[in-house]
């Protein structure tokens, strides 16, 4: 995966120049999944690369309860508290039976939220109508616990959804921006499937804040 972005960036490090004269190289220094949109990332030393980007990114949102509005750090800043993790083996598309999605946070007890396979039929009893940006369709309703403990924690009625991307659920892919990245899609990220930052900006930007 690493050395997949480092061949699309290859040229790009190649074309700049030290004070030297000698060409830069670019290599990929980390690689970060975020199971739940606006939660915590977590590392991957190696996982599958899809249509929709790394396994699990961002497949999982939390939304309003009452209309399905996605919902993030900018309303709620207590989700960067957040920490989803998943196992090694299921970022490389090995999917157990009784695995699942860990969540916790401080001061509440461990969530977890089994995984399902794509293929698996989806009771139309959990599936409710969402929206995030200019995007709405069907998700999956992950449960009243799951629901409860983001709740309690956030201190607001929320529920928490899982996208449907790869079900045969009607309108439940989304297309990413044409006038970008054409004939694309994407889960529950802000746009597209995969961002990559320099570290040079990282740090700038964590200097401003």
């Not at 990114?57 to 920490?83: H, I």
């Given at each position: 995966?690493?050395?997949?972005?480092?061949?699309?960036?290859?040229?790009?490090?190649?074309?700049?120049?030290?004070?030297?004269?000698?060409?830069?190289?670019?290599?990929?220094?980390?690689?970060n999944i975020y199971p739940i949109k606006s939660c915590k990332g977590m590392p991957a030393t190696?996982?599958?690369?899809?249509?929709?980007?790394?396994?699990?990114?961002?497949?999982?949102?939390?939304?309003?309860?009452?209309?399905?509005?996605?919902?993030?750090?900018?309303?709620?800043?207590?989700?960067?508290?957040?920490?989803?993790?998943?196992?090694?083996?299921?970022?490389?598309?090995?999917?157990?039976?009784?695995?699942?999605?860990?969540?916790?946070?401080?001061?509440?007890?461990?969530?977890?939220?089994?995984?399902?396979?794509?293929?698996?039929?989806?009771?139309?009893?959990?599936?409710?109508?969402?929206?995030?940006?200019?995007?709405?369709?069907?998700?999956?309703?992950?449960?009243?616990?799951?629901?409860?403990?983001?709740?309690?924690?956030?201190?607001?009625?929320?529920?928490?959804?899982?996208?449907l991307h790869g079900t045969s659920i009607p309108n439940s892919k989304r297309q990413t921006d044409?006038?970008?990245?054409?004939?694309?899609?994407?889960?529950?990220?802000?746009?597209?499937?995969?961002?990559?930052?320099?570290?040079?900006?990282?740090?700038?930007?964590?200097?401003?804040?």
């Amino acid at each position: 995966m690493a050395g997949l972005i480092s061949r699309i960036f290859g040229s790009a490090g190649a074309s700049s120049a030290d004070e030297t004269g000698a060409p830069k190289s670019m290599h990929v220094k980390e690689v970060n999944i975020y199971p739940i949109k606006s939660c915590k990332g977590m590392p991957a030393t190696a996982a599958a690369c899809g249509g929709t980007g790394l396994p699990y990114d961002r497949q999982w949102m939390v939304v309003t309860a009452d209309t399905g509005k996605f919902l993030t750090q900018r309303q709620l800043p207590k989700l960067c508290l957040v920490a989803p993790m998943l196992t090694p083996e299921v970022l490389l598309d090995n999917l157990q039976p009784g695995a699942s999605l860990t969540v916790t946070a401080p001061g509440m007890p461990e969530l977890r939220v089994p995984l399902t396979d794509p293929t698996t039929p989806v009771p139309g009893s959990s599936i409710r109508s969402v929206n995030v940006w200019e995007w709405s369709g069907p998700a999956a309703d992950e449960g009243d616990e799951a629901a409860a403990w983001f709740s309690k924690f956030l201190d607001k009625e929320v529920r928490l959804v899982r996208s449907l991307h790869g079900t045969s659920i009607p309108n439940s892919k989304r297309q990413t921006d044409p006038e970008f990245a054409a004939g694309h899609e994407v889960q529950f990220a802000d746009g597209f499937p995969i961002l990559v930052a320099t570290e040079v900006c990282v740090q700038l930007r964590q200097r401003l804040l």
